[in-house]
Each structure stands twice: as C-alpha cells, then as structure tokens.
C-alpha cells in the first residue's frame, strides 16, 4: 500500500506556472505508475497526465498538452507536474494517483490509490 501526498498548489494569475509534487510512502514507488487528475466544482475527475513506472513514457490530456510536463524521481519517491502558460479553465482541485505494477492510463478506474488533492486556482 502507498499514501500519497500532493503539494504545490495556490493562485496563480494566467499565463503563470505551478509546479505541484506528490510524495509517496514506503519503499516501493518504482513499481507504481503514476497519473495526475483534476476536478472542477460540478465536473466529473478528468484526466490530466500519466508517467510509467520509469519514468520513460509520459501521457497527456490534450488540454495540457505543450504546457504541462509530469516526471518522477524514484530516489526521492516523488511525482511531480509542471504547469506552464495556466488558464482559468485549469483550475481546479488536482489528484495524484498511483497504479500497481501498471503503466499508466488515462482512467481514473485504473488507479487504487489517491491522494488529497491540491487546490489551482487560475485568476484571469
């Protein structure tokens, strides 16, 4: 089991850029994939981006795609997403997620454990 812990999130004017982390527990993040999701108020959880477990295949919801960039660090069992070039439609409550043995998905179904969630709020 892994305990997942997002950080990095606030207000931002447009055009601005946030880096959120994810800090995962015990000893074996390199077995998991990794996704990044996001919820608006009255949205359903979407997708944003995926990293596999070596960090050498990465995907992305088409509405980030150029401006956000997920990577990971195994040493430090840390997922990260840097957002670049925000808008007002990026804001929302963001969810790292981690997926056993998996090698990433754009389905949220796809992954057992989440974290808290980080609040983005893009002003325009």
């Known amino acids: 089991q892994v305990q997942l812990v997002e950080s990095g999130g606030g207000l931002v004017q447009a055009g601005g850029s946030l880096r959120l982390s994810c800090a995962a527990s015990?000893?074996?993040?390199?077995?998991?994939?990794m996704g990044w999701f996001r919820q608006a108020p009255g949205k359903e959880r979407g997708f944003v981006a995926a990293?596999?477990?070596?960090?050498?295949?990465?995907y992305y919801a088409d509405s980030v795609k150029g401006r956000f960039t997920i990577s990971r660090d195994n040493v430090k069992n840390t997922v990260y997403l840097q957002m670049n070039s925000l808008i007002p439609e990026d804001t929302a409550v963001y969810y790292c997620?981690?997926?056993?043995?998996?090698?990433?998905?754009?389905?949220?179904?796809?992954?057992?454990?989440w974290g808290q969630g980080t609040q983005v709020t893009v002003s325009s």
């Open positions: 015990g000893r074996t993040f390199s077995t998991y994939a």
């Open positions: 990293i596999n477990r070596s960090g050498d295949s990465t």
């Open positions: 997620a981690a997926q056993k043995y998996g090698s990433g998905s754009s389905r949220y179904t796809a992954y057992s454990y």
